[in-house]
């Protein structure tokens, strides 16, 4: 099946000609990219597939997007598939396009268990001046020691299957969304060693859109907040203002007391 992909892929990349450089010159690139999980923390996978229904390289300015289809139903072997082939052009990202769920089966101290996660669409953008042009690299999903046993509770011999259902699901899930990254494949081998995962990835996922839209309606709500406590401030203007008015209408009175003393020493004159 692995080879079937491959050869389908060849085929689909091989076929693109209109890529030009920033010399206008078409070149070719014998680059290739491997998909792989990231080892787990004390755990070893006995099978990991995904199925993708497209893989888009996103190209960097001069370069258009391209969008490659897979065969619908097959699925990419996370462990041990062959790599995959960079098409012509300058890419400065990717995103794959999930057809399926990433299926996992995990073994243990003899214990096995079996993971189920609906991924969402992954897109890495390139870091700095990178390109995932003409050198090998490796797509990692999840980051070392992403996956634990405590994740899958397995202790005292015994583990939980984890499906959509499990409550672990969507932790694992976002921890693919934010650990996965590229890697250069220094030694070409598509396998991403210790070294090379110790140098910086060339390429990280893509920040959620609807995370910045959150802070900003957030930051909204905070200005929001703010007039109506400035407007409170007005309000408690108004009731010393009120309360003046009253201090004056107690004065008012008192002025008016005070008013009718002269009458009563006009009464006392006529008597005299």
Same mark, same amino acid.
């Given at each position: ?37 990231? %080892? ?16 888009? $390289?996103n ?31 300058? $890419? ?5 396009? %999930?057809?399926? %769920? ?7 101290a ?36 992403w ?30 969304d ?41 930051g ?38 005070g ?14």
């Amino acid at each position: 099946m692995k080879a079937a992909i491959y050869i389908f892929l060849v085929l689909q990349v091989g076929c693109r000609s209109d890529t030009v450089s920033d010399k206008g010159i078409s070149v070719g690139n014998p680059a290739e990219t491997a998909l792989r999980l990231a %080892p787990g923390e004390g755990l070893t996978y006995s099978d990991a597939r995904l199925a993708l229904s497209e893989i888009t $390289w996103n190209g960097c300015v001069g370069t258009a997007d391209l969008t490659v289809g897979l065969p619908a139903g097959d699925q990419i072997d996370l462990i041990d598939a062959d790599p995959i082939p960079v098409p012509e052009g300058e $890419w400065c990202g990717l995103s794959l396009t %999930p057809d399926g %769920p990433l299926s996992i089966a995990v073994m243990d101290a003899g214990v096995a268990t079996e993971i189920t996660l609906i991924l969402h669409a992954l897109n890495f953008s390139t870091v700095g001046d990178e390109t995932l042009s003409a050198q090998h690299t490796v797509i990692e999903l999840g980051g070392a020691g992403w996956l634990s046993p405590v994740d899958l509770g397995m202790t005292d011999g015994e583990a939980v299957d984890i499906d959509i259902t499990h409550e672990n699901h969507d932790v694992l899930v976002e921890r693919i969304d934010r650990l996965s990254a590229i890697y250069i494949d220094t030694n070409e081998n598509g396998v991403l060693d210790e070294d090379e995962r110790d140098s910086l990835p060339i390429a990280s996922p893509d920040e959620d859109e609807d995370s910045g839209e959150d802070e900003e309606d957030s930051g909204e709500e905070e200005e929001d907040s703010g007039e109506d406590e400035e407007d409170g401030v007005d309000d408690e203007d108004g009731v010393d203002g009120e309360e003046d008015g009253g201090d004056g209408e107690e004065d008012g009175g008192d002025g008016e007391e005070g008013s009718e003393e002269p009458e009563e020493d006009e009464d006392d004159g006529s008597e005299a």
